[in-house]
């Protein structure tokens, strides 16, 4: 008569132990795949934009961007072209359009499709010339698709986007984990 309830005992034990440690693998899964992401805030006098990187897809663009974001190359720098229904871009610290961080960066072409949010690298008619540069779109841009190397989007502040003006400067950028 003791060795049924030993047994159930067991039965239950073993069951509880299954059960818990395949619930750690699953968080242990969880929380590999979101130490991965990268956020990068980009604060305006409008509000925050939260932007998430695609480093699976632009490597060496997320990287030198990152670079150039610990570095605090963009803080301050003012978004030197706004096109209403088009873009907002920024990253030329001579405000022309024409400046740059002086390292230029092969292109990255990729399948991700141009839409309201999209952050993607400006450059000139030389497909690898992006320096620090970069545009977000204000709508969908089809025609822009597999011409730019896009790295990014905006996932937190959408609306400010249709705030920002010419002129207007970026306070800080800066990483966060999510």
Aim: positive net charge; hydrophobic residues 35%.
């Amino acid at each position: 008569m003791e060795t049924r309830p030993k047994a159930f005992n067991l039965i239950v034990l073993i069951t509880i132990a299954v059960v818990f440690s395949s619930s750690c693998f699953k968080e242990g899964k969880k929380t590999s795949s979101t130490a991965n992401k990268e956020l990068v805030r980009l604060k305006t006098v409008h509000g925050d934009l939260l932007i998430k990187l695609f480093k699976e897809k632009a490597p060496i663009t997320t990287s030198r961007f990152k670079s150039l974001v610990k570095d605090g190359f963009y803080n301050g720098l003012k978004f030197h072209r706004v096109i209403p229904n088009f873009v907002v871009q920024g990253g030329d610290p001579t405000g022309t359009g024409t400046g740059g961080s002086g390292m230029k960066l092969k292109a990255e072409l990729n399948s991700i499709p141009h839409e309201k949010g999209t952050v993607a690298m400006a450059r000139g008619t030389d497909i690898n010339s992006a320096d620090s540069q970069f545009y977000i779109a204000l709508k969908t841009l089809p025609h822009l698709d597999g011409k730019y190397t896009v790295f990014g989007k905006v996932v937190k502040g959408i609306k400010i986007l249709d705030s920002i003006r010419k002129g207007d400067k970026m306070l800080s950028v800066s990483l966060e984990s999510n």
